[in-house]
């Protein structure tokens, strides 16, 4: 079974940075788009980055010029580097991602989420 494993979460403050990871478990699985999603505490999960299979990147706009999201093929990991972060960035952060065996699509996964709080 896929599992998209997730890390680098935790307490920084404003104008600080992280790095967040999404691994597919298990070399036979392979990640094509991907993307993070955050939500905050009553609100909406809502979209903060996607990357496709060919590298494409599309941002919500407000994060726009402060993340960036990137991909490793050869680790099958995906990346959310956060920089100038905001309070308004605290929210519990998920990867999604389209997965493959074998060239054949074999579901859309979400790793279990990792907490992001952004606080002097």
């Known amino acids: 079974q896929v599992q998209l494993v997730e890390s680098g979460g935790g307490l920084v403050q404003p104008g600080g940075s992280l790095r967040l990871s999404c691994a597919a478990s298990?070399?036979?699985?392979?990640?094509?788009?991907a993307g993070w999603y955050r939500q905050a505490p009553g609100k909406q999960r809502e979209l903060v980055a996607a990357?496709?299979?060919?590298?494409?990147?599309n941002y919500a706009d407000s994060v726009k010029g402060r993340f960036t999201i990137s991909r490793d093929n050869a680790k099958n990991t995906v990346y959310l580097q956060m920089n100038m972060l905001k309070p308004e960035d605290t929210a519990d952060y998920y990867c999604?991602?389209?997965?493959?065996?074998?060239?054949?699509?074999?579901?859309?996964?979400w790793g279990q989420g990792t907490q992001v709080t952004v606080s002097s």
């Open positions: 999604n991602a389209r997965i493959y065996y074998s060239g054949s699509y074999h579901g859309n996964y």
């Open positions: 298990g070399s036979i699985f392979s990640i094509n788009d």
């Open positions: 990357i496709t299979v060919g590298g494409s990147t």
